[in-house]
């Protein structure tokens, strides 16, 4: 619950500026360097400033999130997890990949099913090890997908002050 509401403060809230202004910069340059660059930077923002939160009010979350100390280290693991799944769901879908980002979101739900099946049979399911799927899954996910971005579409990073300005402002709004 608590890393969700980081997750849509934080992530989810520049997923659909992202989205918008990436087919943009698609139709009209074939690539989304500029917004994409924009995305890393908000993403990379966003993990920062949730994991100073999370250390600086631990005992709030762990309080708020009835957890032990342990757990709260796998509560930053699942929120790095969720993260990496919105944004390489997002990034499919700037892209005009539909498909590929289904069969990201299918992949990852599989893995995840396997994982708790495989917690149930063998090792038993606790708070920790759901945390770590929400972790786990969306990282073997990515191997798989990685190779399947454009990357002369996303890269070299070039950043544009004026559409990070644009973008900063309908991220307020979302």
């Known amino acids: 619950m608590s890393a969700g509401i980081f997750i849509a403060l934080l992530v989810n809230s520049s997923e659909a500026p992202f989205i918008v202004y990436a087919n943009n910069e698609l139709k009209k340059t ?13 993403i990379f923002i966003s993990t920062i400033l949730f994991i100073f939160l999370a250390i600086a009010l ?8 009835y957890i032990n100390k342990n757990q709260f280290l796998f509560l930053i693991m699942a929120y790095l997890g ?11 879908l700037a892209l005009n990949k539909r498909l590929l980002n289904a069969m990201y979101e299918l992949m990852t739900n599989a893995v995840s099913i396997l994982y708790i099946l495989a917690l149930y049979l063998f090792l038993g399911i606790t708070l920790e090890n759901i945390f770590l799927m929400f972790f786990i899954a969306p990282v073997i996910a990515a191997l798989f997908f990685i190779p399947k971005f454009d990357f002369e579409k996303l890269f070299p990073l070039k950043f544009d002050k004026k559409k990070f300005k644009k973008m900063l402002n309908y991220t307020k709004w979302t």
């Open 82 to 92: 969720i993260g990496l799944r919105f944004f390489f769901g997002s990034t499919f």
């Open 58 to 65: 631990q005992d709030y979350f762990i309080k708020f999130a």
């Open 30 to 42: 074939d690539s989304i360097r500029k917004v994409f660059t924009i995305r890393v930077i908000f």
